[in-house]
């Protein structure tokens, strides 16, 4: 495996959908950003939170859930990262879990050679209601257990997270020191609006690592708005590049001497005390 050591930069893509409430169609849309990312030189991409489905009902994604290891959704996701040669984080797909009603809400991780490499079970389940607006994912959602997981690829070590938890910083440092996080992500219009730039970069300077945001951005069929704004941000905070709405890419390099100045300039990892 080639490691930045060799070689200083690391292309990787934040995919952008708008996803319906199609499976098929949806992956459809998939298997075409994942080849944009691939042809612009990507060697790891990240799908957004929700890509296989935005349904009409918070239950439709109940009735697509698969068994670790089986069905359709993880057939096409080790399929992309061995026919592409990248690092494929699949965005969340629906997972079987032990209560009749409800799914996991999970990131599965491919490798290059279309193997398994990471499972991240999305823990904060994200909750708000003002005016018309109303969500609450515990309802068909299972909360996973409090273990942080990352997964070692060329890049370095590459912390796991789901949208709503960028809310909850502690998450983060309990990964430890991370090259990248990576979050693939639907947040709201309204919450996003306000809030996800914000919280992104904080989480990239506090951290001082690279982040790797893919959204859901644009109108959906379901009558959902989201908010979009896919982005990467360097360790110092600057947005290396954002995609504001609609499918497609927002790209960059992850540097491991960009990395190593920055922490280096400012070692406020090491100046912890807590
Ligand atoms: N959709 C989410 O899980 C989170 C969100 O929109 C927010 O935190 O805001």
């Known amino acids: ?63 697509l859930r698969e068994r670790p290891g089986k069905g359709p959704i993880q057939q096409f996701l080790s399929e992309s990262a061995r026919r592409h040669g990248l690092w494929l984080v699949g965005g969340t797909l629906p997972l079987e879990s032990p209560d009749s009603g409800r799914i996991y809400n999970t990131t599965l991780v491919y490798d290059p050679q279309g193997s398994q490499a990471a499972r991240y079970d999305k823990i904060h389940l994200f909750g708000f209601r003002r005016g018309e607006e109303a969500y609450d994912e ?26 709503y938890d960028l809310r909850f910083p502690e998450l983060y440092r309990a990964l430890g020191e991370t090259s990248l996080i990576v979050v693939p992500a639907a947040f709201t219009y309204t919450t996003g609006s306000a809030h996800w730039e914000i919280l992104l970069r904080a989480r990239a300077i506090e951290n001082q690592c690279y982040v790797l945001a893919a959204a859901q951005g644009g109108k959906h069929e379901n009558g959902r708005r989201t908010w979009g704004h896919s982005m990467l941000i360097d360790p110092w905070g600057d947005v290396l590049d954002c995609l504001p709405e609609g499918p497609g890419l927002a790209l960059g390099n992850i540097s491991r001497s960009r990395l190593e100045d920055v922490r280096q300039a400012l070692p406020a990892l090491r100046h912890r005390t807590l």
């Open 1 to 63: 495996m080639e490691t930045l050591s060799e070689k200083d930069e690391f292309c990787v893509a934040a995919i952008q959908t708008v996803s319906s409430t199609d499976l098929h169609e949806n992956l459809e849309q998939a298997a075409s950003l994942i080849r944009q990312a691939a042809e612009q030189g990507a060697q790891m991409a990240v799908l957004p939170e929700y890509f296989c489905l935005m349904g009409r009902r918070d239950d439709d994604k109940v009735a």
């Open 138 to 163: 515990s309802v068909t959602i299972r909360p996973g257990g409090s273990e942080p997981q990352a997964f070692e690829a060329p890049c370095g070590k590459v912390g796991l997270s789901i949208c």
